[in-house]
């Protein structure tokens, strides 16, 4: 925090910022409006109380094809809109002829509403992405059919977005027959391999635990007014160090990075989850197990899993068409972790593959995202309509 105050500082002191490019401000609806898109707002309500936003960019004809499109580890839906008319999936899917559906699991920006619990509670914030696979994912597809009348959608995961499938999926089978294919962009399951900024914090697990259990700070980097500030006031006078902060969680890709952007990126990215949910991270990069959150307590364990240990994720069992995107410089979806995926989910991959340079979000916001990414899997799920 030091550090960003005197960066803060440093942006005020040695220029006068020149007017924030407007989409630093506005949600996803906004944002999908100002570039002449319908858009829908939806709160589907999970089975223990957690009230989700889906934001929806509405198809040009009744009866289109839905995608879902998941975002990843504290992000939101903004994430899928955020490249510009142009360069963002999500408007590249609806002129594409789609019906758009942007998810957000719980604890982020935009779901922070629960029937019963009040988002300063601790009981509030004991999740991790186990939860987000078990009961936000079956909750918002269902949703999703259930407004549209269709029987199942294609699916797009990055990064957590990707585990939560991967998990939910091989131990759901009714939601998997819902899903008519799914896309890993940045795929992500066992992490033994990761670098960067999740790798120092996995060194940090038992400093995670403390912050969770003894001084009660629940949510880990939600969007707040000095994340947005800095990104509009010292972002566009020190894009430097404003992009480095992204390469160092995601690996360094200078050349496919819009530069100009990057203010509109930090003012949304990032968008908070729960401690816990990093500490549940941490635990499986030390442990190099792909597994369900460690209460490190054998009562506890028991009390949650009838076993002392918490029980590792099978998803040898996936039986949905899945397609993998790979970046050869993403430091979350290392390529050797990636193999260890295709060894156990190759019976079920339609198609995979990797492009070396792209790190793990320039499948969101890389300038030839359309080119090598979305142009692509759009001609395989247009084979499938």
């Not at 040009?60 to 998941?70: T, Y």
């Amino acid at each position: 925090m030091l550090c960003l105050s005197l960066l803060l500082f440093v942006g005020l002191y040695t220029a006068v910022p020149a007017k924030p490019d407007p989409e630093c401000y506005m949600t996803p609806t906004q944002i999908g409006e100002r570039y002449g898109y319908t858009m829908e707002e939806h709160w589907p309500v999970t089975d223990d109380g957690y009230i989700l936003m889906i934001h929806r960019v509405v198809a040009k004809s009744k009866g289109a094809p839905v995608v879902f499109l998941q975002h990843g580890l504290l992000d939101s839906s903004a994430t899928w809109l955020l490249n510009g008319k142009e360069g963002s999936f999500a408007f590249v899917l609806a002129d594409a002829g789609y019906d758009v559906w942007l998810g957000n699991v719980r604890g982020n920006t935009y779901t922070k509403n629960h029937t019963t619990l009040s988002v300063d509670s601790d009981a509030f914030w004991a999740f991790t992405f186990d939860e987000m696979a078990a009961l936000d994912l079956p909750n918002m597809i269902d949703y999703v059919l259930n407004k549209t009348g269709q029987e199942s959608v294609f699916y797009f995961g990055h990064s957590q977005g990707s585990i939560i499938g991967f998990t939910g999926f091989s131990n759901n089978a009714v939601l998997a027959k819902k899903i008519k294919l799914f896309t890993a962009l940045a795929p992500v399951a066992r992490v033994d391999h990761v670098q960067g900024l999740f790798h120092y914090l996995s060194m940090f697990q038992s400093s995670l635990e403390w912050i969770w259990a003894e001084l009660g700070v629940r949510q880990f980097l939600p969007s707040n007014w000095f994340l947005r500030t800095f990104a509009t006031m010292v972002c566009p006078h020190q894009l430097t160090v404003c992009s480095n902060m992204i390469f160092l969680m995601a690996g360094f890709d200078t050349s496919n990075l819009n530069q100009t952007r990057v203010p509109i990126y930090e003012s949304h990215c990032p968008a908070g989850s729960s401690t816990r949910n990093l500490v549940h991270w941490s635990q499986m990069i030390n442990a190099k197990k792909l597994q369900k959150y460690d209460y490190e307590s054998v009562t506890k364990n028991m009390l949650h899993y009838g076993s002392p240990y918490p029980p590792q994720y099978n998803i040898s069992g996936l039986s949905v068409p899945t397609v993998l995107v790979m970046g050869g410089n993403d430091w979350l979806g290392d390529p050797r972790d990636e193999l260890w995926l295709i060894e156990q989910i190759g019976h079920t991959i339609k198609s995979y593959f990797t492009i070396d340079y792209y790190n793990h979000l320039d499948f969101l916001w890389g300038e030839d995202a359309v080119k090598m990414v979305y142009r692509p899997v759009i001609a395989l799920m247009d084979s499938m309509v």
